[in-house]
Nanobody, 124 residues
Framework: QVQLVESGGGLVQAGGSLRLSCAAS????????IGWFRQAPGKEREFVAA????????YYADSMKGRFTISRDNAKNTVYLQMNSLKPEDTAVYYC?????????????????WGRGTQVTVSS
């Protein structure tokens, strides 16, 4: 089992940057793909980015490509999401999630464990 805790959210002006962290407990962290999702008020949870177990492959939603970067440090049991050129429409609660098995990286149903989220607010 994996427990996930997000941090690094906050209030930032448009055009600014934030780095989110997803810290995991457990010795098997390196066996899990990790995804970032976000959910704005009144909207469905949407895929942001994902990274495979060894960090060899990364995936991004089209609207995040070129602005967001996902990375991981398995020695620290942590995954990061660097967010640059933030826009007001990026405002949401950001969640990290872990999965062991295959399937679409962008589908919430393919993830087994979730964190509680961290709020990101981008002001215009």
């Amino acid at each position: 089992q994996v427990q996930l805790v997000e941090s690094g959210g906050g209030l930032v002006q448009a055009g600014g940057s934030l780095r989110l962290s997803c810290a995991a407990s457990g010795r098997t962290f390196s066996r899990y793909d990790i995804g970032w999702f976000r959910q704005a008020p009144g909207k469905e949870r949407e895929f942001v980015a994902a990274i495979t177990t060894n960090g060899g492959s990364t995936y991004y939603a089209d609207s995040m490509k070129g602005r967001f970067t996902i990375s991981r440090d398995n020695a620290k049991n942590t995954v990061y999401l660097q967010m640059n050129s933030l826009k007001p429409e990026d405002t949401a609660v950001y969640y990290c999630a872990a999965r062991r098995y295959s399937g679409s990286f962008s589908s919430t149903t393919n993830y087994d464990y979730w964190g509680r989220g961290t709020q990101v607010t981008v002001s215009s």
